[in-house]
Each structure stands twice: as C-alpha cells, then as structure tokens.
C-alpha cells in the first residue's frame, strides 16, 4: 500500500522549534522531488518548502530563514525543521511526493501543528 505518513506535530509555544517527519512507504522515493505544505483552516493549502531528489531545497518567502527542509533517502523520509515558531505558524503540514510525467502526485494526512501560549 502506498504510504506517506507525516508525524511530530502538536501544541508547542511562541518561539519553539520542532522537526515533522514523513515516511515513505509502498512508492519510489529517492528520485522524486518532495514537498511540504500547509492549510491553516478557512485558508488554500500553500507550498512552503520543496526539496528535489538531489537534496536541493527551495522555500516560501515567507518561512525563508526559519524553516528547513531535508531528506535521508536510507530511510525514505523527508523532515521539516521549524525554528522560532509564530502563531500564523498553526496549520495542517502536508507531505506530498511530486509527479514527474505519467506518475501522479502522493499526498499524506498530514500532522497538526498549533503554535499557542
């Protein structure tokens, strides 16, 4: 079965840190670009870090500096580290594995982040 399962959201406060973490499992994973997006509620889902096979990152303009995006393709898995986290910060994080012509985009659940004193 096709699997990307993101984990290591919660509740953390103003100012936190914290690492997600997606693993794939059941598609190829090493030669595909991967990306991180977030939906906070009553908002679109946004694009906010990207990663290509090779391990070439690119960020949204608003997260640049804060954010870090990195993969160990070992153990089929692509991270997110946040620094200094805000309350705008509070959104849904959702993996998906990019499509590349004639295989579809993969998309996680996602995991909860909630950035709150």
């Known amino acids: 079965q096709v699997q990307l399962v993101e984990s290591g959201g919660g509740l953390v406060q103003p100012g936190g840190s914290l690492r997600l973490s997606c693993v794939a499992s059941?598609?190829?994973?090493?030669?595909?670009?991967m990306e991180w997006h977030r939906q906070a509620p009553g908002k679109q889902r946004d694009l906010v870090a990207s990663?290509?096979?090779?391990?070439?990152?690119t960020y949204a303009d608003s997260v640049k500096g804060r954010f870090t995006i990195s993969r160990d393709n070992a153990k089929n898995t692509v991270y997110l580290t946040i620094n200094s986290l805000k309350p705008e910060d509070t959104a849904a994080y959702f993996c998906?594995?990019?499509?590349?012509?004639?295989?579809?985009?993969?998309w996680g659940q996602g995991t909860q982040v909630t950035v709150s004193s």
């Open positions: 998906k594995r990019k499509g590349r012509f004639g295989y579809p985009d993969y």
């Open positions: 059941g598609i190829i994973f090493n030669i595909y670009a």
């Open positions: 990663i290509t096979a090779g391990g070439e990152p």
